[in-house]
T-cell receptor, first 114, second 114 residues
Framework: DQQVKQNSPSLSVQEGRISILNCDYT??????FLWYKKYPAEGPTFLIS?????DKNEDGRFTVFLNKSAKHLSLHIVPSQPGDSAVYFC?????????????FGTGTLLAVQP | DSGVTQTPKHLITATGQRVTLRCSPR?????VYWYQQSLDQGLQFLIQ???????AKGNILERFSAQQFPDLHSELNLSSLELGDSALYFC?????????????FGEGSWLTVV
């Protein structure tokens, strides 16, 4: 039962252009959505998050959009840089207060071409 | 450097054996999580502890167990190891169990079962 899905295993983008990474979820009982970035041989690093009561959050080159009716979120990176090449994981945190564990998607490998 | 320390970084062991993975959370963090990442898989939540008590459990096998000690470090014990247990095991920590708290990951422990 994959509650958080990233349907694109990989994405290739030219340097300077926009990267758009997508994520879908099936459970309406999520409080927060997060994006993590992972380089090989390193642990995931927190990138940006959004509360379920918002539809957009921006931090520098990174913007996350949340469409609750479609159960869809996306991460926009503008402009993309070669150093952004990594695996990006979408994650969701359930509401209810008992736990803030993260449920992860399977990741999207972003390659930014110079 | 996330501040979450995991040891050992690499471990090779034989089927049927038992291993212990150790995690020191970031200073001040009370909650510890364990995740498993197998080849081509996303991060699967195993278990969460908060201030020494189990908080949430995921699809953790009965052969696996964990605990969080009074000094807040945590150990994940994997026994009767099988080839399929070969994976990257991540520990993570956060200040509390409140949804939206940033969760910081260690660099992982690579387990190879031969």
């Amino acid at each position: 039962d994959q509650q958080v899905k990233q349907n694109s295993p990989s994405l290739s983008v030219q340097e300077g252009r926009i990267s758009i990474l997508n994520c879908d979820y099936t459970n309406s009982m999520f409080d927060y959505f997060l994006w993590y970035k992972k380089y090989p041989a390193e642990g995931p690093t927190f990138l940006i998050s959004i509360s379920s009561i918002k539809d957009k959050n921006e931090d520098g080159r990174f913007t996350v959009f949340l469409n609750k009716s479609a159960k869809h979120l996306s991460l926009h990176i503008v402009p993309s840089q070669p150093g952004d090449s990594a695996v990006y994981f979408c994650a969701a945190s359930p509401s209810g207060g008992a736990t803030n564990k993260l449920i992860f998607g399977t990741g999207t490998l972003l390659a930014v071409q110079p | 450097d996330s501040g979450v320390t995991q040891t050992p970084k690499h471990l090779i062991t034989a089927t049927g054996q038992r291993v212990t993975l150790r995690c020191s959370p970031r200073s001040g963090d009370l909650s510890v999580y364990w995740y498993q990442q197998s080849l081509d898989q996303g991060l699967q939540f195993l278990i969460q502890y908060y201030n020494g008590e189990e908080r949430a459990k995921g699809n953790i096998l009965e052969r696996f167990s964990a605990q969080q000690f009074p000094d807040l470090h945590s150990e994940l014990n994997l026994s009767s190891l099988e080839l399929g247990d070969s994976a990257l095991y991540f520990c993570a920590s956060s200040v509390s169990v409140v949804s939206g708290n940033t969760i910081y990951f260690g660099e992982g422990s690579w387990l190879t079962v031969v």
